[in-house]
């Protein structure tokens, strides 16, 4: 397993021409606030968002390398969280900036006068829960304490978990993740920074928000990992955000996409705190967006996923609650082990050979064995027929010819009932799992009825 940490650090301005993701007016601030792009994004309008929500109330657990609590931007919003690896606490982290930098993404508030100076998180009002894990030097190689991570995350009250990381999993990862979404938590986690077709098992877990990233013209970045289970993208391309061993750093990666997203689900939990993790997710679907060239199409998109993120429109458009997981898969939606891969049947519906088999429970007794026994019968009253007539005629009470047992006596064809061959008993019914949404078909979340008004 492999943090996604291979985000390549960039210098240089930020690239001309906004589209999708164009400035708005801001206040006045530093370098470092300046950089931060997204803040400004029409498409995110952060001044506005925080009109809306700030996050306030929401713990977001980020399982990284350890978070630095100390930093000007996040000091007093991180939790002590756990190094689940070798002990203690996880908000003292000095050498590694990965988690540090998806906390400031997240939850920073900056520093200085009006709280101008540095990096902003996009909900500032959040608390970060740091959960630290064991990450392989060469990046390549086992990844210790997801599960354990995942866990202490959820029984600490994280109702999002950022896990900004391409990772394969253990059986026991995989239950921590479903432990986490039986427990209404969001989860959510990049696609991974290789530029090709295929995810790992995080990214593909039932119940996980799979978000790539794009540029800030809206593009798809080329670095992004694409697939059936991307679900959102979110901007990752020249961004700013601090760090532990550097004050700040400016870097690429889908690592960055998923603190966006997670912000923002951090916002939406704030405002809406009766909807489901599922619920949260819809939000953010049916309020994404797509670059012009991608009007139209059909969606999820492999690369897209369902759009980009735009957090004001998701805080304030009317949506439909919708379903409890809303657009999420869960492990029941997935293929059946050995499901054939033909056309659709009605589940319903009984299998080739079932009903024979149906009517054979219901009697007790196969067809075979039903027409040797009324053969059976009809000889026995022949006999006896046989035997009265001969016995009035002859006057004599010998033994029946053919010797004993009458007719067919031992040794003879014989009326014994008919021993049927071993039934070929059909195998349990193969029930097809739930129809598994296939990429650009129509979401598959029809819209029920609201189950608060919107704005409360």
Excluded: C
Excluded at 4 to 20: C, D, M, N, P, S
């Amino acid at each position: 397993m492999r943090l996604t940490r291979t985000l390549r650090a960039v210098g240089g301005g930020v690239v001309a021409g906004a589209l999708l993701f164009g400035a708005a007016p801001v206040a006045s601030a530093d370098d470092v606030r300046d950089d931060q792009w997204p803040l400004s994004a029409s498409s995110f309008d952060a001044v506005k968002v925080w009109k809306e929500s700030t996050g306030k109330g929401v713990t977001v657990a980020v399982i990284d390398n350890g978070v630095d609590g100390s930093h000007p931007d996040l000091k007093g919003s991180v939790l002590a969280g756990k190094d689940v690896v070798k002990g203690g606490p996880a908000d003292q982290e000095k050498v590694e900036n990965h988690g540090t930098g998806m906390a400031s993404l997240i939850a920073g508030h900056g520093h200085g006068p009006g709280r101008n100076d540095g990096v902003m998180g996009l909900a500032p009002g959040a608390k970060i829960l740091p959960v630290k894990v064991s990450f392989p030097e060469s990046g390549l190689g086992e990844t210790k304490g997801i599960a354990a991570g995942v866990k202490y995350a959820v029984d600490h009250g994280a109702t999002v978990i950022n896990m900004s990381m391409d990772a394969g999993l253990s059986t026991s990862d995989k239950q921590a993740i479903a432990y986490a979404v039986s427990h209404d938590a969001l989860v959510v986690a990049g696609s991974g920074n290789d530029g090709y077709a295929g995810l790992g098992d995080l990214a593909k877990t039932p119940g996980v928000v799979t978000v790539g990233a794009v540029d800030k013209s809206g593009k798809i970045w080329s670095g992004s990992n694409y697939g059936p289970e991307v679900m959102l993208t979110a901007p990752g391309v020249n961004i700013t955000s601090a760090g532990a061993a550097n004050r700040y750093r400016d870097a690429d990666g889908t690592s960055d996409s998923t603190a966006y997203v997670s912000a923002t689900a951090a916002l939406l939990r704030s405002k809406f705190p009766k909807l489901t993790a599922g619920q949260i997710a819809n939000r953010l679907v049916k309020t994404a967006g797509l670059p012009a060239d991608k009007q139209g199409a059909k969606l999820p998109d492999q690369h897209y996923g369902y759009g980009f993120i735009r957090p004001l429109r998701a805080l304030t458009e009317n949506i439909p609650a919708g379903s409890k997981n809303g657009p999420l898969k869960t492990s029941e939606t997935q293929p059946s082990p050995g499901a054939g891969s033909g056309g659709a049947t009605d589940p319903s519906a009984p299998a080739k050979g079932d009903e024979q088999a149906a009517e054979k429970s219901d009697s007790g007794l196969g067809t075979g064995a039903i027409v040797g026994i009324a053969a059976g019968v009809l000889v026995v009253v022949a006999v006896i027929v046989i035997l009265v007539v001969r016995q009035k005629k002859n006057g004599r009470n010998g033994p029946p010819p053919g010797g004993p047992g009458g007719y067919g006596g031992p040794g003879g064809p014989g009326f014994m009932p008919q021993q049927p061959g071993p039934y070929q008993q059909p195998g349990p019914y193969q029930q097809p799992g739930p129809y598994q949404q296939q990429p650009g078909a129509a979401p598959a979340f029809p819209p029920a009825p609201p189950t608060q008004p919107p704005g409360q």
